[in-house]
């Protein structure tokens, strides 16, 4: 083995020295910002569209037209709530915080415990599918552990009920749920759009005008037919596929990432604090009390 590949699976191997019960945080810290970031990034991506296969979910968004109003900070607070759960551990002030705040924002909806669990196993069968096809290694059975042990911790401070604690328990709900539920409607193609927009948006200009057919290109049938979106050709399908495929492989020959991956959001480029998290017209309910900033 060259010194560079014994470089490139250091952090593989601190993680197989860690107990995914005890270090769940730092695994999955070094998993999501170190090891596979834009892979995560990306399968969480898909994962929020896969919502939208279920017409009581996407009719609320459609609703509420955030997506189609202010979709950017949407975007860009949907992953600035994540990256607060994570950055001191599930467990810490700092996520206790940002989850009670995403308590307060769900609580102005009806949605029922059911959809709840569908959508947090979307967050992690996403990344965990994608990493598995196009990651540049595969996940080791100690970082799944984690990532599951997370999940349900995660959906435990949301107040959800009745979750698995098992990736294989996420992946047959997930499963089961969209065999049951996976409807064409109008509003899942109206909110679906939205978000090819801001995906549109939030990518590098030379990449912008393929976003949407590659995205179409990177979904199952099942969940492209209840989005209503048009079929690809398969030498598209086989292109997109195969170079990230390829990114893989050349990903293997480079050396590990030293610093942890932070998203930049474009909504607040000063810097934010939580109390700028959340829908616009909900921000003054919510902000009761004064919040930090972060950068």
């Known amino acids: 083995m060259t010194h560079l590949s014994r470089r490139r699976y250091d952090i593989l191997r601190e993680i197989r020295a860690l ?6 945080d730092r695994i999955v810290w070094l998993t999501s910002r170190h090891e596979f970031p834009w892979d995560y990034t990306q399968g969480t ?3 929020f569209l896969r919502d939208y296969g279920i017409p009581s979910i996407s009719r609320l968004l459609d609703r509420t037209r955030e997506f189609e109003d202010d979709g950017v900070k949407r975007y860009d607070d949907t992953l600035l709530i994540g990256e607060e759960a994570t950055v001191e551990g599930i467990d810490s002030e700092r996520s206790h915080a940002a989850l009670r705040r995403l308590n ?24 965990v599918r994608w990493i ?17 042990r997370f999940t349900t911790r995660f959906g435990e401070l949301m107040g959800i009920r009745d979750l698995p604690s098992t990736y294989d328990g996420y992946l047959e709900l997930l499963t089961s749920y969209e065999r049951e539920h996976f409807e064409l409607d109008p ?21 912008r005008p393929l976003v949407r057919r590659v995205t179409i290109a990177l979904m199952d049938e ?32 480079a050396p590990p990432r030293r610093t942890a991956y932070h998203h930049r959001p474009s909504t607040y480029p000063q810097g934010y604090r939580l109390g700028d998290l959340g829908p616009a017209s909900m921000l003054d309910e919510l902000n009761s009390n004064p919040l930090r900033r972060t950068p």
């Not at 107990?19 to 769940?24: C, Q, S, Y």
């Not at 509003?187 to 990449?207: C, F, Q, S």
């Open 19 to 24: 107990d995914p019960e005890r270090d769940t």
């Open 45 to 47: 991506g898909i994962a």
């Open 187 to 207: 509003a899942n193609r109206r909110v679906t759009e939205a978000t090819l927009r801001i995906a549109r948006a939030t990518a590098p200009a030379p990449l």
């Open 222 to 253: 099942p969940l492209r037919e209840a989005l209503g979106l048009p079929h690809q050709p398969g030498w598209f399908v086989s292109a997109v596929r195969g170079g990230l495929r390829l990114r893989a492989r050349l990903l293997r020959l």
């Open 132 to 148: 598995e096809e196009f990651g540049w290694r595969p996940l080791d059975p100690i970082e799944t552990r984690a990532l599951a």
């Open 104 to 127: 307060r924002i769900h609580g102005h909806y009806d949605i029922p415990n059911d959809e709840f669990r569908y959508v947090l196993a979307t967050t992690i069968v996403g990344p």
